[in-house]
């Protein structure tokens, strides 16, 4: 079945230490996103691509970095400049031409600071 | 800037109660989204609202839009426990496709009690 598989669910940082979060799509989409949801708040955008080898920031984006060098990957890499990171981390791709019901998000990764 | 408030932020209902959330959104956009969330979980896709006076029904529950407000509504008909979540309206920019960053509401918390 096609998806979006994010990884680890559960994640654990230290003060000062960088973290990746996997994000891989067997879908075909062009675009993929990151989001971010903190307790009691809607999601955020941090970063999305809608191509590979090519990427933005959304409205978060500093103290992350992500990197698309393949179609179906999208990694999320939280870096020690992000002092608020504990939050939970939505990947999501979409495909254009395949209507608004192709947008589709993964099950998250919880992260949190130790 | 792309702003998008709901209200209520929370909710609680008994169950056989109605009750509507509703969505304003600021700027011109053809393509508004209905997400419900469990905690801890993804999101769930609920309804796509694509054009003037679109109105979608599954269950207990109905979405308009009405894209000269920039309002949409979410109806909740006889509430029952199975409905208690957080409900995340968002909204998405131009083309009626799935392609491109969507923006979301703070999203409202709902319980149902007996």
């Known amino acids: 079945d096609g998806g979006i598989t994010q990884s680890p669910k559960y994640l654990f940082r230290k003060e000062g230490q960088n973290v990746t979060l996997s994000c891989e799509q067997n879908?075909?989409?062009?675009?993929m996103y990151w989001y971010r949801q903190d307790p009691g708040q809607g999601l955020r955008l941090i970063y999305y691509s809608q191509i590979v080898n090519d990427f933005q920031k959304g409205d978060i984006a500093e103290g992350y970095s992500v990197s698309r060098e393949k179609k179906e990957s999208f990694p999320l890499t939280v870096t020690s400049a992000q002092k608020n990171p504990t939050a939970f981390y939505l990947c999501a791709s979409s495909m254009p031409g395949q209507g608004p019901y192709g947008y589709t998000f993964g099950s998250g990764t919880r992260l949190t600071v130790v | 800037e792309l702003k998008v408030e709901q209200n209520p932020l929370f909710l609680s209902m008994q169950e056989g109660k109605n009750y509507t959330i509703y969505c304003n959104y600021s700027t011109t956009s053809d393509r508004l989204y209905w997400y419900r969330q469990d905690p801890g979980k993804s999101l769930e896709s609920l309804f796509v609202l694509l054009s003037n006076g679109a109105v979608k029904q599954e269950g207990r529950l109905m979405a308009s839009l009405d894209t000269k407000a920039r309002l949409s509504t979410l109806h909740i008909t006889a509430a029952v426990h199975d409905l208690s979540a957080t409900y995340f309206c968002a909204v998405g920019g131009a083309g009626g496709t799935s392609y491109g960053k969507l923006t979301f509401g703070q999203g409202t918390i709902l319980t149902v009690h007996p």
């Open positions: 879908l075909n989409h062009d675009a």
